[in-house]
């Protein structure tokens, strides 16, 4: 039970706090009387009652400090638990969703995936859909503080290089987590209130701008209709949203650092100016294929590839136009694109920009190394040395990520989906994206038509991605278990 006391005092918490956001949309639905408000007070009673339940035994076997095995399983356990309890509001619901539909919906939200299998979210009740965008908001706050304070802690894929006071959960550092904890919590609910406030003033109706706040600061994707952000055809709307998914994929430490110190030097982070980069180059390469093939208006196509690569790449998954119509290199650049994902420490998904700069980086050293055998070369990461452990540990990251996509791939095409929706959803559901490619699960469709076998292989990969697969890994090891 020892072991276990970490996990069910922090599940317990966790099980509590979403109660309490669960009687938000339930108090919506009683103000707009949508029927739905016994949806959310069941479900609000049910996380509380086992969230009591879980920190009053979490407690009475509490440990002073945390082994690397306890953190394994807090975060496993956090994972997967907690989008059940989410799940709840649909399931009660008079909407009548199959079990299997709200427990993806909600593993969706809460790894702020933004893949859905609703449909008629233009005339879905407003108390529903103040949910989805509300679990994606709370899955973004969870993950950057499982991104600050846990995963460097158990140097998963390289995340090593990122570990700092804050990654140290014994009782006499626990202060400082909790600190930087409430800190960060305030960044993001600031940005969160300033994008709301952004988006009401440049036309966006209250309700609209509080839920596409909510999910474009935690990169979750979530919309009010089945449009997307294809609804909005005011362009500075679509530019607030890119500036607010490049701060939600931001280093969200870059941004304390800044309140600390009021420097804004800080941003000259490698990881972050290496994102940007990405993203101007690409943009630039794309919009000039599109405007030299098509000649359409140039600004048009600007804002428009700007969104969609800003989107797919952050791992927000926002769509304000249908790109798998935009022709082959457009398809083939979003799919690699899928895999590249934001900055390590934020809301967003993918393999994170810090990995690909480190896999750059051995490739280099191994070019000098072949010109020059014996140079001594130094391997530095924003000044942090890069020892050979965080290398191994990168690249068992990437080989398990790549043997993930071809297992995944391979699952789906058994449950009789084509190569491309096979894929493309492998791809989507690991990387934490939202829309595949193709006309299934495209940017103007949806997985409401897939089987349930997939729908629930979906789901694994979705946490797989969100937990960066390899604490899954660990998991399923005999030697975890053991004494």
Same mark, same amino acid.
Not at 255 to 270: A, C, E, G, S, T
């Given at each position: 039970?020892?072991?276990?006391?970490?996990?069910?005092?922090?599940?317990?918490?966790?099980? !509590?706090?979403?109660?309490?956001?669960?009687?938000?949309?339930?108090?919506?639905?009683?103000?707009?009387?949508?029927?739905?408000?016994?949806?959310?007070?069941?479900?609000?009673?049910?996380?509380?009652?086992?969230?009591?339940?879980?920190?009053?035994?979490?407690? /009475?076997?509490?440990?002073?400090?945390?082994?690397?095995?306890?953190?394994?399983?807090?975060?496993?356990?956090?994972?997967? *638990?907690?989008?059940?309890?989410?799940?709840?509001?649909?399931?009660?619901?008079?909407?009548?969703?199959?079990?299997?539909?709200?427990?993806?919906?909600?593993? &969706?939200?809460?790894?702020?995936?933004?893949?859905? %299998?609703?449909?008629?979210?233009?005339?879905?009740?407003?108390?529903?859909?103040?949910?989805?965008?509300?679990?994606?908001?709370?899955?973004?706050?969870?993950?950057?503080?499982?991104?600050?304070?846990?995963?460097?802690?158990?140097?998963?894929?390289?995340?090593?290089?990122?570990?700092?006071?804050?990654?140290?959960?014994?009782?006499?550092?626990?202060?400082?987590?909790?600190?930087?904890? +409430?800190?960060?919590?305030?960044?993001?609910?600031?940005?969160?209130?300033?994008?709301?406030?952004?988006?009401?003033?440049? @036309?966006?109706?209250?309700?609209?701008?509080? !839920?596409?706040?909510?999910?474009?600061?935690?990169?979750?994707?979530? $919309?009010?209709?089945? $449009?997307?952000?294809?609804?909005?055809? $005011?362009?500075?709307?679509?530019?607030?949203?890119?500036?607010?998914?490049? /701060?939600?994929?931001?280093?969200?430490?870059?941004?304390?650092?800044?309140?600390?110190?009021? !420097?804004?030097?800080?941003?000259?982070?490698?990881?972050?100016?290496?994102?940007?980069?990405?993203?101007?180059?690409?943009?630039?390469?794309?919009?000039?294929?599109?405007?030299?093939?098509?000649?359409?208006?140039?600004?048009?196509?600007?804002?428009?590839?700007?969104?969609?690569?800003?989107?797919?790449?952050?791992?927000?998954?926002?769509?304000?136009?249908?790109?798998?119509?935009?022709?082959?290199?457009?398809?083939?650049?979003?799919?690699?694109?899928?895999?590249?994902? @934001?900055?390590?420490? $934020?809301?967003?998904?993918?393999?994170?920009?810090?990995? *690909?700069?480190?896999?750059?980086?051995?490739?280099?050293?191994?070019?000098?190394?072949?010109?020059?055998?014996?140079?001594?070369?130094?391997?530095?990461?924003?000044?942090?040395?890069?020892?050979?452990?965080?290398?191994?540990?990168?690249?068992?990251?990437?080989?398990?990520?790549?043997?993930?996509?071809?297992?995944?791939?391979?699952l789906l095409a058994l449950t009789g989906l084509d190569?491309?929706?096979?894929?493309?959803?492998?791809?989507?559901?690991?990387?934490?994206?939202?829309? @595949?490619?193709?006309?299934?699960?495209?940017?103007?469709?949806?997985? &409401?038509?897939?089987?349930? %076998?997939? +729908?629930?292989?979906?789901?694994?990969?979705m946490t797989m991605g969100r937990l960066e697969f390899?604490?899954?890994?660990?998991?399923?090891?005999?030697?975890?278990?053991? !004494?």
């Amino acid at each position: 039970m020892k072991i276990l006391s970490p996990s069910l005092l922090v599940l317990g918490a966790i099980l !509590n706090i979403a109660a309490l956001f669960q009687l938000i949309p339930g108090v919506l639905s009683l103000v707009l009387d949508t029927g739905d408000q016994h949806a959310f007070f069941l479900s609000a009673a049910i996380s509380s009652a086992v969230g009591i339940a879980a920190f009053s035994i979490g407690h /009475l076997h509490r440990t002073p400090n945390m082994i690397p095995r306890q953190m394994f399983l807090i975060t496993a356990i956090a994972w997967t *638990v907690l989008p059940v309890f989410g799940s709840l509001p649909f399931v009660f619901s008079i909407q009548e969703i199959p079990f299997t539909d709200a427990v993806f919906e909600a593993v &969706s939200g809460m790894t702020t995936t933004g893949s859905t %299998v609703l449909v008629n979210l233009d005339s879905m009740p407003r108390d529903l859909l103040l949910w989805r965008s509300l679990l994606q908001w709370i899955g973004g706050l969870g993950i950057i503080g499982m991104a600050i304070a846990i995963l460097p802690f158990l140097s998963v894929g390289g995340m090593k290089l990122f570990r700092t006071e804050s990654s140290d959960w014994s009782d006499k550092s626990l202060p400082r987590t909790q600190e930087l904890i +409430k800190q960060m919590m305030f960044i993001y609910v600031g940005l969160t209130a300033l994008c709301v406030l952004l988006f009401v003033l440049f @036309g966006m109706d209250l309700f609209n701008a509080v !839920n596409h706040a909510l999910t474009t600061i935690s990169t979750g994707g979530y $919309s009010t209709s089945d $449009s997307s952000f294809a609804q909005f055809s $005011s362009p500075v709307l679509h530019w607030i949203a890119i500036v607010f998914m490049i /701060l939600g994929s931001s280093p969200f430490y870059l941004y304390i650092r800044v309140i600390k110190h009021r !420097n804004l030097m800080m941003f000259r982070d490698k990881q972050l100016t290496g994102m940007l980069f990405i993203m101007v180059m690409l943009t630039l390469v794309l919009t000039l294929e599109l405007y030299l093939r098509l000649g359409e208006g140039f600004w048009r196509i600007l804002t428009q590839t700007t969104f969609n690569l800003v989107s797919v790449m952050t791992t927000t998954g926002f769509a304000s136009d249908d790109y798998s119509l935009w022709g082959g290199f457009a398809v083939a650049l979003f799919f690699f694109v899928t895999f590249i994902g @934001g900055c390590s420490g $934020s809301t967003s998904g993918g393999v994170k920009v810090f990995r *690909v700069q480190l896999c750059f980086t051995i490739i280099r050293e191994q070019i000098a190394r072949a010109i020059h055998p014996r140079a001594t070369l130094p391997r530095t990461y924003n000044g942090a040395r890069v020892s050979d452990e965080i290398l191994t540990s990168l690249v068992a990251f990437l080989f398990v990520m790549v043997i993930s996509l071809a297992v995944l791939t391979l699952l789906l095409a058994l449950t009789g989906l084509d190569l491309v929706t096979s894929l493309t959803s492998s791809a989507t559901a690991l990387m934490n994206v939202g829309p @595949g490619l193709g006309s299934v699960v495209g940017p103007a469709g949806n997985f &409401s038509t897939l089987p349930d %076998v997939a +729908k629930w292989l979906l789901c694994l990969g979705m946490t797989m991605g969100r937990l960066e697969f390899l604490t899954i890994i660990v998991l399923l090891s005999p030697a975890f278990w053991r !004494n």
